[in-house]
């Protein structure tokens, strides 16, 4: 379980994290979402130690991370995959790994066999493909067995063969009654792969709920209508208990009735409908529709410049 | 390909407290071997000990050769432990670099979160690093310190200008002689947690080395007073056979020449654990 309880991370002027709580409780895919430069990094950063919260705290397993002994029992982390001494084999990155917190070859052994990387574990990773990178990366979480598990965008830059391989293999963690919190900046991603969702923007908790609500609570559905007689039409609409916009391009959004209704209606009063079309917005409206804010605050942000990206990576 | 492969799921969400009954010497041993793994498991370290040892020992003897055919009297006012001290630069160098490099390669790759995240405890992080690294050096630096003496020697004697180990103080001179590499070393490991980055890393070592040397320069007699605290006046004094009077004892400057690394390492100690890494 993690714990995040008033979470502020800044740098400098800079807030990367403002005033965020949140918890994620053990046997499923949470997702941590967020555009980049949501402080989504700096969150786990801070969950793991590697920062010093500015206020707030930050709890695994209902201990702050600084007080864990053996932390990799506990906790497994994948931050950047590409954080690998490049002159070191596969094989001896992960037993000076694992020496640190007690754990023997036998289990070094059991990793690479479980990441397929056997055939390469005496090879230097400086030769490695990205998605060998992530399997030694996923191999470091794991060593520990560790019953709360992190990764940081653990899809990116990977083939679909690497995706589907990751997406797998975090809900068999999860189904292993693990705690599973996965970041990513892709809401179409983690459809896929997360039961819960923790949505955030500018540091700030935007939606903390699960995957199903989400889609059901912010997915818009109407009914676009072209008509040329188009007020007729939405008076008429708007009788029988519709709701109708009016959009830019002269279009009806209708809401209330659906498409079927809607063409008995007209065809009812000989109004000519020229487009009859049900719509249903994606999951990636819906986030965008969320994060809409934040994400207008950082286009304004890049306009003048502004140090805000860098630091909260 | 599943997890659960590897073991029964967890009962409990929390992990068993069993890691929380570890003895600190456990521990301790834990990121010792580990620090060890890393040390040993990079080519660069290997070469960077071939070029600490090999280099000096061929130098050394190439210098005596010079001094035991000097014309004239020249030869027998030099101290005969000098050839010895000045092949060493090259060793110290390396073993300077090897020594920021411990620290600033983990930096710049991003390694070092990861070694935090497994020990959250930075200075112990720092100490087992130090550990390795200085039991490394002072073995390598001993190793060259007697060859080389050896060697001098050998050469030496073939004009009646050597001196043997059991002559009064010449065996503590040759022993700080090896000595000096651990010190860089320690040194060098220190300003590479500090600066984080190899190249300022090297600077800052140089600097530390060199720049002090300037104090020297000052009107007699400060020149000396301030000089002797200085990490080359130090060496110099406990690698002489005879040492100079107007700077401190041995025994003083030996302590001198160990405070250095030990304050970088302190300094060290106080910059991994305040700051974000």
């Known amino acids: 379980m993690i714990e995040v309880d008033q979470l502020v991370k800044r740098f400098g002027a800079v807030t990367a994290v403002d005033g965020l709580s949140f918890t994620v409780r053990p046997g499923h895919v949470t997702g941590f979402l967020g555009p980049n430069g949501a402080g989504k990094t700096t969150t786990m950063r801070v969950i793991l130690g590697l920062d010093a919260p500015t206020s707030g705290t930050a709890l695994v397993n209902h201990r702050s991370y600084q007080d864990l002994i053996r932390p990799l029992h506990q906790v497994g982390a994948l931050l950047d995959a590409t954080a690998l001494h490049p002159g070191r084999t596969a094989e001896a990155h992960l037993t000076s790994i694992a020496q640190s917190n007690g754990l023997g070859r036998r289990r070094v052994a059991e990793m690479l066999q479980l990441t397929g990387l056997e055939a390469v574990a005496g090879r230097r990773v400086k030769g490695f493909s990205l998605g060998m990178k992530q399997r030694l990366g996923i191999a470091v979480a794991l060593l520990g067995d560790p019953p709360v598990l992190m990764f940081d965008e653990p899809v990116n830059g990977l083939d679909t063969e690497g995706i589907a391989w990751i997406r797998q293999f975090l809900r068999a963690l999860a189904a292993d009654g693990r705690t599973v919190l996965v970041s990513s900046h892709l809401m179409s991603e983690m459809a896929q792969t997360a039961d819960r969702l923790i949505v955030i923007g500018r540091g700030r908790l935007i939606a903390d709920t699960t995957t199903a609500q989400l889609i059901e609570s912010s997915t818009r559905k109407d009914v676009l209508v072209r008509s040329p007689r188009a007020a007729e039409l939405a008076e008429l609409m708007t009788a029988r208990g519709a709701t109708v916009n009016r959009e830019d391009d002269g279009g009806l959004a209708v809401t209330g009735l659906d498409a079927p209704a809607v063409g008995d209606l007209a065809a009812e009063h000989g109004i000519a409908v020229h487009a009859l079309i049900p719509r249903t917005a994606s999951l990636e409206d819906a986030y965008l529709d969320l994060t809409g804010e934040s994400t207008d605050f950082r286009a304004a942000a890049a306009a003048a410049p502004s140090p805000e990206g860098a630091p909260a990576r | ?277």
């Not at chain 2, 890393?38 to 071939?50: N, V």
């Not at chain 2, 005969?80 to 390669?105: D, K």
């Open chain 2, 1 to 277: 390909m599943t997890a659960t492969d590897a073991r029964p799921a967890p009962e409990s969400p929390v992990a068993p407290a069993v890691a929380a009954a570890v003895p600190l010497a456990v521990r301790a041993r834990d990121v010792l071997t580990s620090e060890r793994t890393k040390l040993l498991s990079l080519r660069s370290t290997y070469w960077t000990l071939l070029v600490a040892v090999a280099t000096p020992i061929g130098l050394s003897s190439l210098v005596a050769v010079t001094l035991a055919n000097a014309p004239g009297r020249g030869a027998q006012r030099v101290d005969p432990l000098l050839p010895g001290l000045i092949s060493l630069e090259y060793a110290v160098l390396a073993v300077g670099v090897l020594g920021v490099l411990t620290f600033s390669a983990e930096f710049s790759t991003g390694l070092i979160r990861t070694t935090f995240i497994a020990v959250p405890c930075r200075r112990a992080v720092l100490a087992a690093k130090s550990a390795v690294l200085g039991a490394v050096t002072l073995v390598a630096g001993e190793v060259v310190a007697f060859a080389s003496f050896g060697l001098v020697q050998a050469v030496l004697s073939g004009k009646h200008l050597g001196v043997s180990l059991s002559q009064p103080g010449v065996a503590g001179a040759v022993l700080a002689d090896g000595l000096l590499l651990f010190v860089v070393a320690i040194m060098g490991l220190g300003l590479g947690a500090i600066v984080r980055h190899t190249a300022g890393g090297i600077a800052a070592l140089v600097g530390l080395i060199i720049l002090p040397g300037i104090l020297a320069l000052l009107p007699p007699p400060w020149g000396a007073r301030v000089g002797r605290f200085t990490l080359v006046d130090a060496a110099r004094q406990v690698t002489a056979l005879h040492p100079a009077t107007n700077l401190f004892a041995p025994a003083w400057s030996l302590l001198i020449l160990l405070a250095w690394p030990a304050a970088v390492l302190l300094a060290a100690a106080v910059a991994v654990t305040h700051r974000d890494a």
